[in-house]
């Protein structure tokens, strides 16, 4: 790290001399995230491009602490508003966490539970969030209006609808566009939006979830982050969870207004259509015109939200329902097409019981010997823990070794990563090893997973074959 804005900062907050700097992968905007380290102390260090977003994040984060809602804190800002510090929460991100239920669409009592308490958390931020904030902190607009709604319908239909060839009529689709507008624009509660409330804007943290990137947020309804979080499109939530998410946002919601239930759910139901045209937009963006072939292959979890969705027909819209569901009928929206990106197989393993095979067939790759880092394996308190576990995740920090390591290791994946993404290869395999395959080895491993997930356009697979675990992200 280049700039001293952000170390200056922390050894002024602190105290203490910063011993090590590690920057996080980025998740598409331009902010910069680094985590910053000394004696004990872990801190996130924030270095952002725009003014009036940092403004906006730093202004909502003091407010919303002040009424008791869980997001981070934010601890020292620059003189030039530019660069700021703030709460670490870990690394332990709600997407990653609820994985294995995304993958197989089945999700667990512990990640359902894990879910239902992010959701429980939305009212709170909506109302008491909303109670004196400043609107005119929001960025880079105050509140969800006209041009918010057309801004969205455009993005569907020019980087989605007509790259799909479809042919319609831009009159008849304008028409229902300002009739689906007017309908959604009806309500004006004074109540906080989000406008990105996600599986990947939420932490969690000692079990409980805070809430992230809320700088975009502005006065809105309710409903369009109920919409957000519960038809994600590649959640792929079954039925019944979806309704345990409605049923749980409901009781939470009942704390701060009388509902009508089955009003809500039908203003709920508008909120969705408009979701999932902004979200195929947006697909259609990244896949058509940016070419990213992940973005193409989330479009039929989008189309099969949207499938359930019109088996009650918009009757008040009836030429977007029409086009709707020809794209629906769409052979190429049917069934997921073949992933072709990249699979990295990331192994933690014991030396003792051989280096991991290749079953790909490809050989090549990398084994990483994690045995010249401080081992806590050797402490008997630490064998009852892995490498996940708070308790060795701080003793490798502390001293810094592992940063350094890994650091290293980033920079010699990373050029392979991007060499074989771009020579269209399709398997890479990497293996970190260590004396007994359980704390070193296995923290290296999921540190290099969540790096190359959140980097690029790859599928990860992390396997500690001494711990018998395995996970896709």
Not at 40 to 55: A, F, I, K
Not at 311 to 321: A, K
Request: hydrophobic fraction near 35%.
């Amino acid at each position: 790290m280049n700039d001293t804005r952000l170390k200056e900062l922390f050894e002024k907050h602190t105290g203490r001399e910063l011993e090590s700097t590690r920057e996080l992968p980025s998740s598409g905007s331009h902010r910069r995230y680094f985590r910053l380290s000394a004696e004990n102390v872990s801190l996130m260090g924030v270095l952002g491009t725009c003014l009036e977003e940092n403004r906006a994040f730093i202004s909502f984060s003091a407010h919303f602490r002040s009424k008791g809602i869980r997001v981070p804190a934010v601890l020292a800002v620059s003189e030039d508003g530019f660069a700021y510090l703030q709460e670490d929460l870990g690394d332990d991100m709600l997407f990653d966490l609820v994985s294995q239920g995304r993958d197989s669409g089945v999700y667990s009592p512990y990640e359902t539970g894990l879910l239902c308490d992010a959701i429980e958390q939305l009212p709170k931020l909506q109302f008491q969030g909303a109670d004196g904030l400043d609107w005119n902190d929001c960025y880079p607009q105050g509140g969800f209006d006209s041009r918010m709604v057309d801004f969205d319908l455009n993005y569907f239909k020019y980087c989605f609808l007509k790259a799909t060839g479809l042919e319609f009529n831009e009159v008849l689709l304008q028409d229902d566009f300002e009739a689906l507008k007017s309908d959604l624009l009806q309500e004006d509660d004074n109540t906080f939006m989000h406008r990105d409330f996600q599986a990947r804007n939420v932490m969690v943290k000692d079990g409980k979830s805070w809430i992230i990137d809320f700088q975009g947020g502005r006065r809105g309804p309710i409903y369009y982050d109920v919409a957000s979080f519960i038809w994600q499109a590649r959640s792929r939530f079954p039925d019944d969870l979806k309704q345990e998410l409605i049923r749980t946002y409901l009781r939470a919601l009942r704390s701060y207004k009388q509902v009508d239930e089955e009003h809500f759910r039908g203003r709920l139901r508008l909120f969705v259509l408009f979701r999932t045209l902004q979200v195929l937009g947006a697909y259609g963006f990244r896949g058509y015109f940016e070419k990213k072939p992940h973005f193409i292959a989330s479009v039929p979890y989008a189309m099969s939200n949207l499938r359930t969705l019109l088996q009650t027909p918009f009757s008040s819209y009836p030429y977007l329902d029409s086009i709707l569901r020809q794209l629906t009928e769409m052979p190429q929206f049917n069934e997921a097409p073949e992933d072709k990106r990249l699979e990295v197989r990331i192994y933690s393993f014991a030396y003792k019981k051989g280096i991991p095979a290749d079953n790909t067939g490809n050989g090549g790759g990398y084994v990483f010997d994690c045995r010249s880092i401080n081992n806590p394996g050797k402490y008997e308190h630490y064998r009852q823990f892995n490498g996940n576990d708070p308790e060795v995740i701080r003793f490798l920090e502390d001293d810094g070794e592992v940063t350094v390591f890994l650091d290293s290791v980033y920079k010699l994946v990373d050029a392979h990563v991007r060499r074989f993404m771009e020579r269209k290869f399709t398997h890479l395999q990497v293996c970190f090893g260590c004396t007994g395959g359980q704390h070193r080895s296995v923290y290296c491993a999921e540190h290099l997973a969540r790096h190359l997930a959140q980097k690029y356009d790859v599928k990860v697979l992390v396997t500690h074959r001494e711990l018998n675990t395995e996970k896709m992200l």
